[in-house]
Each structure stands twice: as C-alpha cells, then as structure tokens.
C-alpha cells in the first residue's frame, strides 16, 4: 500500500491510484513524518509543483494500429535512400577519425625513429677517446689532491 501512494512524489513511476487512498497519499509524500499526518495542508515547494506539472511519457497501453497504417519495414531502397538523403557513409566518422589519429601517430613516431637514425654516428672511436682523457683527468685531480695532502 505505502509503495503504491507515492504518486505525486514519483510522478509516472508510480500507478494511479483510487481516490479513496487520496489521504493516504498526502500522508506519505512529505518524507513520512508523523507531524505531517495531523497538520494542515502546506504550499507546495517549487519543485513539487513542476513535477506535478511536468509532462509524461505516453504508454503503449491499449494502443492499436490502423488498419490501413504502411508498415515502416516495408519500404523499398530508393524511399530509404530518398529518407537518409543520399547514401550512407561507407564508413563510419568514428573509424575514419581513429584511422586518422592513428595515422598521425604513426607519422610521428616514424619521423622520431628516422631523426633518430640520421643522427647516429658513423662510429663510436669518439666514445673510447673520452673515456680515456676523463681517465686522465682523473688522475691528475688525484695526483693534486695527494699532492695537497703530503705537504
């Protein structure tokens, strides 16, 4: 019975109810507080009153098709083609712009791999060349700070 009375606080969810359960309604629908039961009406907030004006959505309920309605389903291609405006994409916008990013993507890192492979040196002598003079250094810091310590 409580889950039923709660039309005007649920709008169409809710089934429509006889008016003897009107009383009942307006007990339940104000949060279920005891004071409400006994005390007199009150103004409706602003929000009660738009969801009480608020339209709802046909049902189907006792709906019945025309006798002489055309089925939607049976149309031929041209009528379809004259209804979408031309043909349909062969594919769709959301494949095209994933190809696209993917695409662009695809370029960039080939552009970073061949930047890359342009500027790899020929050889690496160079490599073993500064090893060897930061080995020298090295050890002429060191030689200094021995130097240092001994006087």
């Given amino acids: ?3 039923h009375s709660l039309k005007r606080c649920h709008g169409a ?3 429509r109810l006889p008016a003897a359960t009107a009383g009942v309604t307006a007990a ?3 949060r279920g507080f005891a004071s409400t039961t006994n005390s007199a009406p009150r103004a409706m907030e602003t929000w009660e009153e738009v969801e009480l004006h608020r339209p709802r959505a ?3 309920e006792g709906y019945v098709r025309p006798v002489g309605a055309p089925n939607q389903s049976d149309i031929t291609r041209d009528q379809y083609h004259q209804f979408m405006l031309g043909k349909p994409a062969k594919y769709s916008v959301e494949l095209r712009n994933f ?3 993917l695409g662009v993507v695809s370029f960039c890192l080939a552009e970073f791999a061949f930047t890359v492979y342009k500027l790899k040196p020929d050889d690496l ?3 073993d ?3 060897q003079r930061a080995a020298a250094a090295k050890a002429r810091i060191e030689a200094k700070i021995q130097a240092q310590e001994a006087k």
């Fill in 1 to 3: 019975m409580m889950r």
């Fill in 13 to 15: 969810f809710a089934p």
């Fill in 28 to 30: 339940f629908c104000h």
């Fill in 58 to 60: 046909p049902t189907l």
């Fill in 99 to 101: 190809l696209m990013g």
């Fill in 125 to 127: 002598d160079w490599v």
């Fill in 129 to 131: 060349e500064e090893r």
